[in-house]
């Protein structure tokens, strides 16, 4: 049995896990053993996705499950996307209806997050349907290493995301990662065209901070649209490396790269608040100030820079 959900391609005997661990071959089909199965859930800032231009200052219900299609060795939520851990059974309707009384307290939908939410594939579409009948706004943060047609079935009730791009080669992806690149460019301009889409970038020293790597990263997301946000984020170590974190010296260097390109970028994991500031791209107007994962809206007036007039790129902000 060979599964069709992502580019692994993994070809199950009976009894085998797929890469994910999350699928197995029972009976030549394959059954998906973390439906419903939840890890962690918590009502999160929506900046802490990292979305800065969707519903900025608002909440969401974010919610995960354990397994993950890639084995990244430096990955940040090891212990749910990697290892053995404890769940709880949330049916779809249970988690909508969660997720309607978060409203209450200014949430504005799901986040499918934490671990792969694509390796939770049904589940996630199961919950999003409903969610979006119900007037909740649905977001994806992802590694995007999804095969296409899967999700284009998904997307319709998808209104956010966020991807993270790991790095710019194959080797890379191959080495560190156990996966390949290409495909998530595909993912990532499909997601540009149907979804609102921010895009994430950990720098790690000495393995994908090369300069005329940024170079290429960036390029390929002007490509897409130059107003994408480009989140750079700070290597700490964790899981299955243990380099020196990310000197800020190379994340303000690839801020600069960025910003050539680019409208909207962002500093992640340093104490300079600055780089966290939405700013008017034409006249350096804040938009959105920010400490840690809490927004602050300013210069803005019916969803245009209160200093030049342009119409702010951020959804949910208008008149």
């Known amino acids: 049995?060979?599964?069709?959900?992502?580019?692994?391609?993994?070809?199950?005997?009976?009894?085998?896990?797929?890469?994910?661990?999350?699928?197995?071959?029972?009976?030549?089909?394959?059954?998906?053993?973390?439906?419903?199965?939840?890890?962690?859930?918590?009502?999160?800032?929506?900046?802490?996705?990292?979305?800065?231009?969707?519903?900025?200052?608002?909440?969401?219900?974010?919610?995960?499950?354990?397994g993950c299609n890639l084995a990244c060795r430096f990955c940040q939520n090891w212990e749910i996307a990697q290892a053995e851990t404890s769940t709880e059974y949330i049916q779809p309707e249970e988690l909508v209806a969660l997720?309607?009384?978060?409203?209450?307290?200014?949430?504005?939908?799901?986040a499918f997050t934490y671990s792969e939410p694509l390796v939770w594939y049904e589940y996630v579409l199961d919950s999003a349907r409903l969610a979006k009948k119900a007037g909740l706004k649905n977001v994806?943060?992802?590694?995007?290493?999804?095969?296409p047609a899967p999700l284009k079935e998904l997307l319709p009730y998808i209104d956010g995301a966020n991807l993270d791009l790991k790095g710019w080669t194959d080797a890379f992806y191959r080495e560190y990662c156990g996966g390949r690149v290409r495909p998530v460019l595909?993912?990532?301009?499909?997601?540009?065209?149907?979804?609102?889409?921010?895009i994430t970038n950990l720098i790690i020293p000495g393995v994908n901070d090369d300069e005329a790597e940024i170079r290429k990263l960036?390029?390929?997301?002007?490509?897409?649209?130059?107003r994408i946000p480009l989140h750079f984020s700070r290597y700490f170590p964790n899981y299955q490396m243990d380099l020196p974190p990310t000197p800020v010296s190379t994340l303000q260097k690839a801020y600069q790269i960025a910003k050539e390109r680019l409208a909207y970028v962002y500093l992640g994991n340093v104490a300079d608040q600055r780089y966290?500031?939405?700013?008017?791209?034409?006249?350096?107007?804040?938009?959105?100030e920010r400490?840690?994962?809490?927004?602050?809206?300013?210069?803005?007036?019916?969803?245009h820079c209160q200093g030049c007039g342009r119409e702010a790129d951020l959804e949910g902000v208008g008149a």
Request: aromatic share 8%; hydrophobic share 40%; proline share 4%.
């Open 276 to 288: 966290s500031y939405t700013v008017c791209p034409d006249c350096g107007e804040v938009w959105v």
């Open 140 to 147: 994806l943060v992802t590694n995007g290493f999804i095969n």
């Open 1 to 66: 049995m060979v599964c069709a959900l992502c580019p692994q391609s993994c070809a199950l005997l009976e009894g085998e896990r797929g890469k994910c661990r999350a699928r197995v071959a029972r009976g030549k089909k394959l059954y998906l053993e973390n439906y419903g199965q939840v890890t962690a859930l918590a009502l999160d800032p929506i900046e802490k996705k990292p979305l800065y231009h969707f519903y900025p200052g608002s909440g969401i219900l974010s919610v995960g499950t354990f």
């Open 218 to 226: 960036v390029g390929f997301v002007a490509d897409l649209n130059q």
């Open 291 to 303: 400490n840690g994962f809490s927004a602050k809206l300013r210069g803005l007036q019916a969803g």
């Open 186 to 198: 595909e993912i990532a301009r499909l997601l540009a065209e149907k979804v609102h889409l921010e």
């Open 99 to 110: 997720a309607e009384r978060a409203r209450e307290r200014g949430s504005i939908g799901l």
